[in-house]
């Protein structure tokens, strides 16, 4: 379902497509969250009309709210939320082993307690597929564990043994339930910082074969430089024909790095959390619109986008709104901030295109640093 | 500015249409509040894809946040919030004297301490008229003394006196300051519950003579009858060829109870404050969206609304939104709550004008209480 269009002279990035019954994703690309069956502050219509492709959501939040029971009633997390574009669910790993509460590792599966309310659950690799097949997702991740930065050595080495243990097993129940179902799983290399288990990791998923290939467990602390000495490391291991999917990264600077080592698909809650908090991602670097500096400022937050919020507000507008803590303000800058994520990606893709890949990430992180 | 298309057979409910330079409005018609140059969590696109023809802004909330100066270097606030349409603004008299700190009425105006960080404001009836001028609102209201209930006759009577010499002062004002302006100034009637003293009040403020005239200091607190009596006994006062409004209210049965009774244009919070809370206006009634009913429920809000909302996703969903406090969820419902009472007023005239006014109160009432 991926195809390799294109390899760059120069690096390892590459420009490729994604197919997937909701549409085809084109490659390099960015995934906003939408968390809980909602990318935060925004309409479905919005993210569209923001250049964005594919979503991101995740099994272990709709596990818990709605809940199964609604979803399949909805007919699917598609109908549910009213995207009509591809969706990528998470497996719910990172959240597990991170949010829930009282998590124990069981031989089957996991047990944890819900970080809402407590209440109990138990998964399993096969129950988590099974999930994500009543979610409707188009692309699905095997249940992993995602460990800690720092993490001791041998909790790692046992921990990729289970990661592994669970990939299988996923992938069994993926082929026994698919059926007709156009639909995708992904596995995950994990491995820490270890640069032999992430090898050892690599080796053993891409063994079992999936559609596609995640790199997890990064961007959780460790300093910049090793995680680009995993990525060199790991991508190596993936196959070509594959999609190549670094998890929960990132920033612009990241996505640029890691392009160039050969990633496709990236997810993060950068531009939406960001937002949020009144930091805007423009042409020109971040904008902090809280700053009094944008009180008289009547220009839009980045001359050259055309989102809706750049089109029709101004920095004082929005400034405005920030300071009466109204909620108007955390949309614009979403739905701007996601825009300027998928006019990235696109001018990324564009650029690999006609062999200019080092040449455009030079030129725009040199801009993108001035502020 | 205001021309009375036709009076209806039976009661005192009028056809009519108010002139701006941003445009008309057909009345009777409801303004959403739009407290401090946004309507909450909604952008002007949506307010006008709403039905909605004329929005309330308040003088006294712009004036301590973004303040004279950024408005004016904007451009004005139809430029600063990106709304093209018609906007009134209240004087900011009912919330200087509910929700600003340490009010003192002095001979010239009124000194007061802002409720968002305690800066000491003095405005005068001049000041605050000058101040609308520079918002460039189309119709601006006198500065009042709103009195609370219950109040004393004494204080009520020392009030309307104060109340009809700022009018006069404001008209003073507005007309050295219009010029070639196109904009309308409206005075305001008070005087409690008294109804001597609303005749009074009344006499006074059109005697001045004012393009529009308003209802001030109702739904305050007072029994629903006696506001209705108060407006039987106001009404009567302003003049058949002039806009009569009233001020701050209000709920579906108010608005049928104050157009039979002879009003044209409405305020309130009550469609955009109730739907953050969760409470969705519909054909059928009054829904509270948090109910664990519509957790499986995937009709629309409302089976006879054409909004974005109602067209687009089901209550279930919506109440996910709240569950998860979703932001998304509080737009769909402001949205849905603007739009119903925009067609609301728009069914309100179609029947004044096919005079089956009374009718059409019966059986939307009859159908509204059913839930």
Redesign the interface.
Known sequence: MYTLLKKDKSTSARLGKLATVHGEVETPNFMPVGT???V??????EIKESGTQILLSNAYHLLL??GP??IR??GGLHD???WKGPILTDSGGFQIFSLAQLCKIKDDGVEFRSHIDGAKYFVTPESIVEFQMLLGSDIMMVLDECVHYPCQRDYVEQSIKLTTDWAKRSKEEFILYKQNRSCQLFGIIQGGTYLDLRRQSAGQIVDIGFDGYAIGGLSVGEPRDLMYEVLDVTVGFIPDESTHYLMGVGTVEDIFESVQRGIDIFDCVVPTRNARNGLAFTSCGKMHIRNARY??D?TPIDEECNC?CCL???R??IH??F??N???G???LSLHNVTFYAKLMKNIRQEIRVDRFLEFKSDFLGNYSKE
Chains 1, 2 share one sequence.
Do not use: C, Q, V
């Open positions: 809980i069956g909602a935060k502050t925004l309409a479905p219509d709210r709605p029971d609604i009633e909805a549910f939320m009213n009180k008289t009547f809706t029709n507000y101004t004082s507008y405005h709104l300071n009466i109204e909620i108007l955390l949309r614009l």
